[in-house]
C-alpha cells in the first residue's frame, strides 16, 4: 500500500494574522482548513487541477480575509506590504492561485464578496459605478429599468463580476457594437500594491466628474487592462452604459441557477428575443463560404452581435448531457453557421431593413436561414439563445464535463480558418480528451465579431479533459501549449491568450511577443508594486522569479517551441 | 565626433539641418508656448534610423523631439530645451487593406493625402473636425482627436488598430496582431489588452511611432445633412439628448454662429500657415448676424445595401422626434439654401473651420470635455469671463461635437487674436489661462493638457502625475523623449550634449 502524502498548508505568522484580523474583524478573516481549501477549488485552469492531483500545498492559499470597504484594502495591502506576503485579489476566482508558479510562500487571498454594490448610476452621462464583487446580472436588472444597458454579458455567465473581466476579456455575444469591456470601463480606482490609491478616466482630476475614459495624457488604465489583477486591487470602477431599446426587465431565473448543470427552465430557456431584438441563424456549405458573409455582414453596418458557433451550441442549448452528445455525435447543429443579434433603437423600421440586408447578404455566399420551414427542430433548439445572448445564464453548462481551458486567437475574419487549422494540427498531434475538444475541428470555431465593421474576430477552442484523471489533464495541458506555441511559430493573433491578458509562463517564455514585452511588463510592475507581493509570477516574472522557474517545466516549454520551430529559452542559472 | 557627424552617419549628411531659420521654424507654431531652437533636425526614413538616432540621443543624453507636421497647433512639438528634432514628414507610406477596411500609414502621411487615397477606394477616413489639411493623421490619432463621428462608438473613437513604436531608449515594440511580427488586424496586447493607449495622449514622450494601423469606414455617396437652429445653447441638451439614444445619425455637433460663419465666408481661404495673415471680411460680419446662435448638425449615412432606405428611416425618425419636440429641421437655414452641400463636403474634409484664422490671424482654443447637460453652463461660464477682458462674446468662436451617444461632448471654444499687436497677445494670453482656470474649477476635463495645461491639470490629479512620472522614469531614464511637456522635466547633466543656455 503507497502512503498518501499528506498536504500541509503554508499559515500565515501569527502577527500578521492579527494585524489583518484587527482591519476586518474575526468574522471576515480565516485560516480554516476546510474553508481556505474551499477557495482554492473555484478555478478552471488545469495547472490547478495538476497541483491538486500533485498535492502540492502553494495551491491553497493561507488564510482569506474579506474587506468592506476601499480603506480596509489598503491596510490590509499595508500588512502585507510590510511583512512582505504575497497577496491575491480573488472574485469568482477562476484563476486562482494556479498561475503563480514561483510563489510557494504563504499566500493571503482578499475576496470582495463583501463588497457587491451599485454606488452610483448617472443616468444623464450614462455611467454606473459599482464595487469590484457587483455582477452583470445586477448591473443589467438596474440599467434596463432606466432604458440603458452595459452592453452584453460574457459567455461565462451574468455572475461574472464586473471588475475581474475589466482586467481580463470582457468578451460578450454583442461585442461587435460594444467591443469587449476594455472599451467599456469609464473609470478604475485602483488601491495600488503599496496601498496607494490611483484614479483613472476622467475623476483622476480633483473636481472633474466621472464621465470619461481618458485622464490628462497618457492613459493609465493601460497598464491594468489585460493585468489579470497582478498590478492592484479595483476597489470601485465605473462602467459605460448605452442606450438600451428593449423593456425595463428581462426574465430571470432562479439565483444560482448556473451553476446548476443540468437545470433547465423553459420560461427561460425557450423565450423570445428580448423587446425590439431578434436573433437569425443562417447555415453555410463550409467555413470559407461563412467567413465571406460574416466579413459583408459586418461591413453592412446591421446588427449588435455577429457570431458564429459549432459544437458549443450542444452544450448551451440542451438540457442534460446525454443529449449533448448524442447532438453532437448527430451533427445535429449545422457544422458552419452565423447568428446575428439584430436590435431596434430608431424604429421599426430599422428591424425591417436589417433582415432585408441580412437576407441578401445570406444569398450571395449561400446561406440558408433555419426557419419554420428549413430545420424547424434545429431553430427550436437554439431557442435559449435568445435571451442568452443579452444576459447570459447558461454558459455553464459547458462545465459539465469538466471544461478547463480556453485557448484564443483574434485578428481578421480570415483567422477563423487559421483557428481551425491550429487547433486541428493541435488534436491530431496531442489527440482529444474528449469527443467535444474536436469543435472547431470538424466544425467552425466559435467565432465573435469585436469590432464593428468585423475587422476583428476572436476564435476559441475549448478543451474537456477529466479533471479526476492526470493523465487527461496533462494532455488538456499539451494541447493548450501545443496551440499557444503554433500561434507564436505561424505568427498568428495577438498573443498568448488572444485577448491581451498577459500570464507567466507566457509572457517571459515567449519573447516573441512585443518583441521582449516581458522587459517593458516588468519595468511597469517595479513601479506598480515594488515588493512583489501582489498576484506575484502572475503576469510577468522578475529576473529572480524566472530564475526560480523549475527547470523541467522550462524544458518541457523549450520542447514545444521547438516543436513549432521556435528556439529555446534559457533561464540564467539553469541553461548556463 | 560631432553629433551633426554621428546623425549624418545615420540618415545621410543632406537629412540633416542645423540652418538656424529653418530650426527657428521647428521652435514655434501659433501657440502661446514658447520653444527654444534645436540643435539640428534630423529626417529619417526607416525603422532602424529611428533606433540609431534614438540610442544616440541617450548616448550624448540630448533631447529629442518627435516631429510628424508641427500642426498640432498648441505647442506639443516645439523644442523646450534644445536638442534634436526628429522630423518623420519623409516617413510618407500608405498602404489600403480594402478587404478588411483599415489602412496602414507611417508619421508623415497627411489628411489631405491620406482621405483622397481612401475615397478612391470607396472608403473613407474619420476626420476631426477643423484639423489642418496637412496634419499627420498618425499623431492626430495619437493624441486622441476627436473624430467627427465621435457620437457613436462605433466610428468616434478606439480606431486604432496595430502600431509600431521606437521606445525611448531605441527597442521597437509592436502592438496588437503585429506584435508577433505576423499580418495585422488587432488592438489587442502585446500582454495587455489595448497596450497602445498608454502613448495616447502623451505629446511623443514616451516612444516615437513609425507606422499604425487605423480603421476606415464605407465611404456612401448616400449622405444626407440635416440642420436644426438654437437662439440659446441653453436648449440643445434635450434634444440631442434625445437624438441620441435612438441612435439617429452618424455625426452629431454643434457650431456656433461666429465659426458657422467663418466656414461660410467666401472671402477667406483656408490658410497652410499658422498663424495666417489678417483679413477683415464685410461678408463674414454679414453672415454672423444671419445665423442662430448654434446650429445643430445631424449627418445621416448610407451604407452598402439599400442605402436610400436606410437614410430614409433615420430621417423619418428626426423629422418625427423633433416635431414632438417643437423643433425646426431641414436640409438648410433660412438664407442659406446650399448648406447640405457644405457639409457633405466639409464632413470629409472638415479644413474649412480654419477659415476663422483669417479673423485675427491667431487662434487659441479651450479644448475640453464636459457632460452633455454641461454645455450651456459652461458656454456661459466662458463668455462671462471674456467679458470681464473687454473680450466680445459675440468673437467667441464655438464647437462641440457629441460622444459616445450623449455620455460627453468634446468642446472647442476659440479666442482670436493677432499675434503681431503685443498689448493684444498679452491681453488674450491673460484671459485664455484664466479662461483654462475657470473651467478647470467648474470641472471641465482637459486631457490633453498642451502647454501651460500640463501643470494646471496635473496639480489637481497628483497621485496620477506621480504614476506617469514613474512610469516615465523607467521608460525614458534619461529624460530625452520631448522633455518639458506633460510636467516632465529635461535632467541636464554637465555631459548633455545641447546648446548653451
Known amino acids: ?576 | 565626433m560631432s553629433l551633426k557627424q554621428q546623425l549624418a552617419n545615420i540618415v545621410g549628411s543632406s537629412q540633416v539641418i542645423d540652418d538656424a531659420v529653418i530650426c527657428e521654424g521647428y521652435a514655434k507654431d501659433q501657440s502661446f508656448v514658447k520653444g527654444k531652437p534645436p540643435d539640428c533636425a534630423v529626417r529619417p526614413q526607416t525603422v532602424e534610423e529611428i533606433q540609431e538616432i534614438v540610442r544616440l540621443a541617450n548616448r550624448a543624453k540630448t533631447p529629442l523631439i518627435p516631429y510628424s507636421s508641427g500642426l498640432n497647433l498648441h505647442g506639443a512639438t516645439l523644442p523646450a530645451n534644445g536638442g534634436i528634432v526628429i522630423d518623420l514628414t519623409r516617413m510618407r507610406k500608405i498602404e489600403i487593406n480594402e478587404k478588411d477596411w483599415f489602412v496602414i500609414i507611417e508619421p508623415g502621411v497627411t489628411y489631405e493625402m491620406l482621405q483622397d487615397a481612401v475615397t478612391e477606394k470607396g472608403l473613407r477616413l474619420m476626420v476631426p473636425f477643423g484639423v489642418p489639411p496637412g496634419r499627420s493623421v498618425l499623431t492626430s490619432y495619437l493624441e486622441r482627436d476627436v473624430m467627427l463621428a465621435a457620437a457613436s462608438l462605433e466610428y468616434g473613437n478606439n480606431l486604432i488598430f496595430d502600431a509600431e513604436l521606437i521606445l525611448p531608449q531605441g527597442e521597437l515594440l509592436r502592438t496588437g496582431c503585429w506584435n508577433l511580427g505576423g499580418r495585422p488586424g488587432g488592438f489587442y496586447g502585446p500582454g495587455l489588452n489595448m497596450l497602445y493607449k498608454l502613448w495616447t495622449g502623451a505629446q511623443g514622450t514616451l516612444g516615437i511611432f513609425t507606422r499604425m494601423i487605423i480603421t476606415v469606414q464605407h465611404f456612401s455617396p448616400q449622405r444626407r445633412f440635416f440642420f436644426i437652429p438654437f437662439n440659446s445653447s441653453e436648449e440643445i441638451a434635450d434634444i440631442v439628448k434625445l437624438i441620441q439614444r435612438k441612435e439617429i445619425g452618424c455625426e452629431c455637433f454643434g457650431l456656433n454662429r461666429f465659426n458657422l460663419a467663418a466656414l461660410l465666408t467666401d472671402e477667406w481661404e483656408v490658410p497652410r500657415q499658422f498663424p495666417a495673415a489678417k483679413k477683415p471680411s464685410a461678408q463674414f460680419d454679414i453672415v454672423k448676424k444671419t445665423l442662430p446662435a448654434w446650429t445643430i448638425i445631424v449627418g445621416i449615412t448610407g451604407s452598402p445595401y439599400f442605402p436610400e432606405e436606410k437614410i430614409q428611416y433615420e430621417e423619418d425618425a428626426l423629422r418625427e422626434l423633433c416635431k414632438e419636440m417643437g423643433r425646426a429641421v431641414d436640409t438648410r437655414l433660412p438664407g442659406f439654401p446650399d448648406l447640405e452641400a457644405v457639409f457633405l463636403r466639409e464632413s470629409l474634409r472638415p479644413w474649412g473651420i480654419l477659415k476663422k484664422f483669417n479673423y485675427r490671424g491667431s487662434v487659441h482654443d479651450l479644448s475640453f470635455k464636459v457632460p452633455l447637460k454641461r454645455i450651456h453652463e459652461v458656454e456661459t461660464a466662458i463668455a462671462a469671463g471674456a467679458q470681464k477682458d473687454n473680450y466680445a462674446a459675440q468673437d467667441i468662436g464655438g464647437y462641440f461635437v457629441v460622444m459616445e451617444r450623449g455620455r460627453a461632448i468634446h468642446g472647442e471654444f476659440d479666442f482670436h487674436c493677432d499675434p503681431t499687436a503685443s498689448e493684444e497677445k498679452d491681453r488674450v494670453i491673460k484671459m485664455w489661462l484664466t479662461a483654462s482656470k475657470d473651467l478647470m474649477d467648474k470641472g471641465a476635463l482637459f486631457d490633453r493638457p498642451y502647454g501651460d495645461w500640463a501643470d494646471m491639470v496635473y496639480s489637481r490629479a497628483p497621485q496620477y502625475a506621480l504614476k506617469l512620472k514613474q512610469i516615465k522614469q523607467e521608460m525614458d531614464p534619461k529624460g530625452i523623449l520631448n522633455p518639458g511637456k506633460l510636467g516632465f522635466k529635461f535632467q541636464k547633466t554637465e555631459d548633455s550634449c545641447q546648446n548653451s543656455e
Open chain 1, 1 to 576: 500500500m503507497t502512503q498518501q502524502k499528506k498536504v500541509i498548508p503554508n499559515k500565515l505568522p501569527g502577527e500578521v494574522f492579527k494585524a489583518l484580523e484587527a482591519v476586518v474583524g474575526k468574522e471576515n478573516i480565516t485560516e480554516d482548513r476546510a474553508i481556505v481549501e474551499t477557495y482554492s477549488k473555484f478555478g478552471i485552469d488545469i495547472s490547478g487541477f495538476l497541483k491538486k492531483h500533485a498535492k502540492d500545498p502553494s495551491n491553497i492559499p493561507a488564510c482569506v480575509v474579506l474587506p468592506q470597504t476601499t480603506e480596509e484594502i489598503q491596510k490590509i495591502v499595508r500588512v502585507a506590504n510590510r511583512h512582505k506576503i504575497p497577496f491575491v485579489p480573488v472574485t469568482n476566482g477562476q484563476l486562482g492561485i494556479a498561475n503563480m508558479p514561483t510563489t510557494p510562500a504563504p499566500t493571503l487571498f482578499i475576496h470582495f464578496s463583501r463588497m457587491n454594490n451599485i454606488i452610483e448610476i448617472d443616468e444623464e452621462s450614462m455611467t454606473m459605478r459599482v464595487q469590484p464583487y457587483a455582477d452583470y446580472a445586477q448591473v443589467q436588472a438596474e440599467a434596463m429599468k432606466r432604458g440603458l444597458w452595459n452592453g452584453g454579458t460574457p459567455l461565462a455567465t451574468s455572475l461574472c463580476k464586473i471588475s475581474s473581466q475589466a482586467i481580463l476579456a470582457g468578451l460578450w455575444q454583442t461585442s461587435k457594437k460594444y467591443g469587449t469591456i476594455g472599451k467599456n470601463i469609464v473609470s478604475l480606482t485602483m488601491v495600488l500594491p503599496d496601498g496607494e490609491i490611483l484614479k483613472t478616466g476622467s475623476c483622476a482630476v480633483e473636481g472633474v466628474d466621472d464621465f470619461w475614459e481618458h485622464a490628462p495624457g497618457p492613459d493609465l488604465y493601460s497598464l491594468f487592462r489585460g493585468s489579470a489583477g497582478a498590478s492592484g486591487i479595483i476597489a470601485e470602477l465605473t462602467i459605460k452604459l448605452h442606450p438600451w431599446p428593449g423593456k425595463e426587465s428581462l426574465p430571470e431565473p432562479e439565483p444560482g441557477r448556473p451553476s446548476i448543470r443540468t437545470y433547465y427552465d423553459e420560461r427561460y430557456d425557450k423565450a423570445d428575443p428580448p423587446e425590439n431584438h431578434r436573433l437569425y441563424w443562417i447555415e453555410f456549405k463550409d467555413l470559407e463560404s461563412q467567413i465571406q458573409a460574416l466579413r459583408e455582414m459586418a461591413h453592412a453596418g446591421i446588427g449588435i452581435g455577429l457570431n458564429a458557433a459549432g459544437v458549443y451550441n450542444s452544450y448551451y442549448c440542451s438540457p442534460t448531457q446525454e443529449l449533448t452528445l448524442k447532438r453532437v455525435k448527430e451533427k445535429f447543429f449545422p457544422a458552419y453557421n452565423l447568428y446575428v443579434i439584430s436590435a431596434c433603437f430608431i424604429s421599426e423600421k430599422q428591424l425591417a431593413y436589417e433582415e432585408k440586408v441580412i437576407q441578401r447578404i445570406a444569398e450571395l455566399y449561400g446561406g440558408r436561414f433555419l426557419s419554420s420551414e428549413y430545420k424547424p427542430e434545429v431553430l427550436e433548439a437554439l431557442r435559449p439563445w435568445n435571451l442568452d445572448c443579452i444576459r447570459h445564464v447558461c454558459g455553464y453548462r459547458m462545465s459539465r464535463h469538466f471544461y478547463l481551458d480556453t485557448w484564443f486567437c483574434s485578428g481578421v475574419p480570415d483567422i477563423g480558418t487559421d483557428a481551425q487549422k491550429i487547433w486541428t494540427t493541435a488534436i491530431n498531434t496531442v489527440g482529444e480528451t474528449y469527443i467535444t475538444d474536436r469543435g472547431g475541428v470538424d466544425d467552425t470555431p466559435f467565432m465573435y465579431a469585436t469590432d464593428p465593421a468585423g475587422r476583428n474576430f476572436f476564435t476559441e477552442a475549448d478543451v474537456y479533459p477529466n479533471g479526476l484523471d492526470p493523465p487527461s489533464l496533462q494532455k488538456a495541458q499539451q494541447l493548450m501549449l501545443f496551440s499557444i506555441g503554433r500561434t507564436f511559430g505561424q505568427k498568428i493573433g495577438p498573443g498568448v491568450t488572444g485577448f491581451g491578458a498577459t500570464f507567466e509562463p507566457f509572457t517571459s517564455f515567449f519573447p516573441e511577443m512585443g518583441p521582449d514585452v516581458y522587459l517593458l511588463l516588468r519595468a511597469f510592475r517595479k513601479v506598480m508594486d515594488p515588493n512583489g507581493v501582489c498576484a506575484p509570477g502572475r503576469s510577468v516574472f522578475t529576473e529572480e522569479e524566472f530564475k526560480q522557474f523549475p527547470a523541467q517545466l522550462a524544458d518541457a516549454i523549450n520542447r514545444l517551441r521547438e516543436m513549432n520551430g521556435l528556439e529555446p529559452i534559457r533561464v540564467p542559472g539553469k541553461h548556463e
